[in-house]
């Protein structure tokens, strides 16, 4: 694995659906050992409140999660001030989170934290791109900030993580 410089802020849908569809830890454990070896590295970080969002699910991935050592920056005056200035720029984010359904509380912090650390924020969301739309998404805000953003699936090659494959073997 070739490591390339700089720092990535985690979204919470980059663990979740990694493991609830494509990167399952009982057909890829190599992906959740390299996220902790980044993380033992400085490289990836969670903002506290993506811990929070993904912890308080208490299922498998929060068990992993907490037992993980994956970096966790705590949500902190600085990261408040960033927070603020990206309302101030535009209070268009404030559509960032679905408080009617309690979900993607953490999605301005995420990239608070990115702007705090100078760091790229990593997401699986997608830019919504129709006119008047009241959707927003991370990547709408990240590049009216100025922040780099980029899916899970860029940051693997972008760090060049190779996954090795192997037959199980069978108990039979």
Not at 10 to 28: E, G, H, M, R, T
Not at 71 to 93: F, G, N, R, T
Not at 116 to 137: D, F, H, L, M
């Amino acid at each position: 694995m070739s490591v390339a410089q700089g720092v990535y802020c985690l979204d919470a849908n980059v663990l979740i659906q990694a493991w609830q569809k494509y990167y399952s830890p009982k057909f890829c454990p190599d992906y959740w050992n390299v996220l902790v070896t980044l993380g033992t590295q400085g490289i990836v970080f969670l903002p506290e409140a993506v811990f929070d969002e993904v912890a308080r699910a208490e299922d498998e991935l929060s068990a992993w999660l907490k037992d993980s050592k994956l970096p966790v920056k705590p949500d902190d005056h600085q990261v408040a001030e960033c927070l603020k200035s990206i309302y101030a720029k535009d209070p268009v984010p404030k559509y960032l989170v679905d408080n009617t359904r309690q979900r993607s509380l953490a999605d301005p912090w995420v990239i608070a934290h990115a702007m705090n650390e100078n760091a790229t924020v990593v997401t699986q969301e997608v830019k919504v791109t129709v006119p008047g739309s009241k959707r927003i998404k991370i990547p709408n805000v990240c590049e009216n900030m100025g922040i780099r953003c980029i899916n899970d699936f860029q940051l693997i090659d972008e760090l060049g993580i190779r996954f090795a494959c192997e037959l199980a073997q069978s108990n039979s």
